[in-house]
């Protein structure tokens, strides 16, 4: 019979299993155990982005600080017109001209309104009529009689149409009268 070589038994070693044992045996690389070496690789910085220009915050604030002043001014103005004390009607005049009454009053061009107060307390808005600072008043449209006053005041006056000299004084208004025209 042949003598056939028997298979050998390796031994590995086992690695870690000794108490104390700080290296690993059997290995190509002899590296040391513990904590002397650094595991991780050191992170370089990362650079920042840059950011876009209408992200950056002085961007930003400075737009909406702009669009509150540009809000601010606009209600700043829409008050200033709704409360302007400054239109007022002056020497109103009536006058007859071919039948037809002629209103014409001294003021700034601006928004008027006109009321017709017949002698029996009807009041008719005639503002429709008014052209800048005058009003011409057809006969033949009957809005007038010989008892008819009429009230011109600034559009933006929102109170009761009344002929007392004082109430028309503090509404920047003044009236005259038919019987009153220059004939």
């Known amino acids: 019979m042949l003598d056939r070589p028997r298979p050998q038994t390796i031994q590995r070693p ?26 991780l690789p050191e992170l370089a910085e990362a650079p920042q982005r840059e950011r876009k220009w209408w992200l950056h915050p002085a961007f930003l ?4 600080l702009t669009v509150l002043a540009l809000l601010g001014a606009a209600a700043w103005f829409v008050i200033a017109a709704v409360t302007d ?16 009454a002629h ?3 001294n003021g700034p061009d601006d928004a008027y309104s006109m009321f017709a107060v017949h002698g029996n307390g009807e009041v008719v808005d005639l503002t429709q009529l008014i052209r800048g600072t005058e009003a011409w008043i057809p006969s ?9 006053c009429f009230v011109v005041r600034p ?13 028309l004084s503090g509404q ?5 009268c038919v019987a ?3 004939r």
């Open 103 to 105: 209103l014409d009053w």
């Open 61 to 64: 604030v400075s737009v909406g």
């Open 180 to 182: 009153d025209a220059a």
């Open 85 to 100: 004390d400054s239109v007022q009607v002056t020497g109103l005049s009536i006058s007859d001209d071919a039948g037809n």
């Open 14 to 39: 086992s690695l870690g299993s000794s108490a104390g044992q700080t290296r690993l045996h059997g290995s190509d690389v002899v590296r040391p155990l513990g904590s002397t070496g650094s595991v």
């Open 172 to 176: 920047r208004g003044q009236s005259t």
């Open 140 to 148: 033949a449209a009957g809005l007038y009689g010989d008892d008819t």
């Open 155 to 167: 559009a933006s006056v929102d109170a009761e149409v009344s002929l007392d000299a004082s109430a």
